[in-house]
T-cell receptor
């Protein structure tokens, strides 16, 4: 029972570098999303997808790109890392119809530091 | 706009005390869902409960209980006889059903420390 798998668990970047956070789920969930967690701010939605080939922006999308070529994978790309992107990132998926009202299954998180 | 407020940033109790975590939400939807998640020190997010807006019955699961009151827009979480293993960050969340796609809106989280 792998569930939602995120890699890497930890990453340190220099300002301006790019990288991709990987996310894969094996539950055949249509809905996938990326959140970032910052102290005192809870979790905020970055991008989400309701199926292969369909993505949309969440609350804090600037500086991030996503794509969904398969049902299983939903990578998050940082185009040019900035210190403000230092955060813990969570990938999540849901079996609900377009993510409406269903619980989210979360990955274990990626702790990213941008120097 | 939808919003979730957890006014208690940090709570510290001694083991075996009861503790209540407050959650107040704002929404224009008549149908919505509320959630509680637990984040232990290991960092993962663990689902605890989901309630829909039509079910105001309180729920009890072992030492955990939830009090949902639409009249006050609150969905509070009580741990009875707390244990050290309950130490974690607890998040309340509200489903945003406006539009065609759902989103979860999280509160700021409450850090609970249970001391032995």
């Amino acid at each position: 029972n792998a569930g939602v798998t995120q890699t890497p668990k930890f990453q340190v970047l220099k300002t301006g570098q790019s990288m991709t956070l990987q996310c894969a789920q094996d539950m055949n969930h249509e809905y996938m999303s990326w959140y970032r967690q910052d102290p005192g701010m809870g979790l905020r939605l970055i991008h989400y997808s309701v199926g292969a080939g369909i993505t949309d922006q969440g609350e804090v999308p600037n500086g991030y790109n996503v794509s969904r070529s398969t049902t299983e994978d939903f990578p998050l790309r940082l185009l040019s890392a900035a210190p403000s992107q230092t955060s813990v990132y969570f990938c999540a998926s849901s079996y609900g119809v377009r993510g409406r009202g269903e619980k989210l299954f979360f990955g274990s998180g990626t702790q990213l530091s941008v120097l | 706009a939808q919003k979730v407020t957890q006014a208690q940033t940090e709570i510290s109790v001694v083991e075996k005390e009861d503790v209540t975590l407050d959650c107040v939400y704002e929404t224009r939807d008549t149908t919505y869902y509320l959630f509680w998640y637990k984040q232990p020190p290991s960092g993962e997010l663990v689902f605890l409960i989901r309630r829909n807006s039509f079910d105001e019955q309180n729920e009890i699961s072992g030492r955990y209980s939830w009090n949902f009151q639409k009249s006050t827009s609150s969905f509070n979480f009580t741990i009875t006889a707390s244990q050290v293993v309950d130490s974690a960050v607890y998040f309340c969340a509200l489903s945003d059903l406006s539009g065609n796609t759902g989103k979860l809106i999280f509160g700021q989280g409450t850090t609970l420390q249970v001391k032995p």
